[in-house]
């Protein structure tokens, strides 16, 4: 298996390939950094997004929000969909728990609005 992948972890966005043989183990090559390397065997193995999105107050206020770590990918959307559907009460802070435990991730807001 080969596969081409850029880098998301910082702006450099360096273009990876990994190859495997037996899809266990994994070698990585063009990446500048080791993060790239564990980027890369993450997202041949299990990969994992920070979703950052907004919800809609009870007030009708939209506020930016962000899972306070990765989840799986391939749960995204479902957690997107379950933002949509949350009707949080102003006031909101930087920090506070909009969400509990959304496939291992707790949603935070991001701004303040009070
Ligand atoms: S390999 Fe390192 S330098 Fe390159 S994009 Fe990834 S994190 Fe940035």
Known sequence: MTRNLTCIVCPMGCSLTVTSEDNKTFTVTGNTCPR???????????PQRTVTSTV??????LVAVKTDRAIAKDKV???????????PCLPIAVGDVIMKDIFGANIVATQNVK
Do not use: D, Q
């Open 77 to 87: 959307f479902e957690c997107m969909e379950r933002i949509n559907a949350a009707r």
């Open 36 to 46: 790239g390397e564990v980027y890369a065997k993450n997202e041949c193995t299990n």
């Open 56 to 61: 809609r107050t009870k007030e009708g206020v």
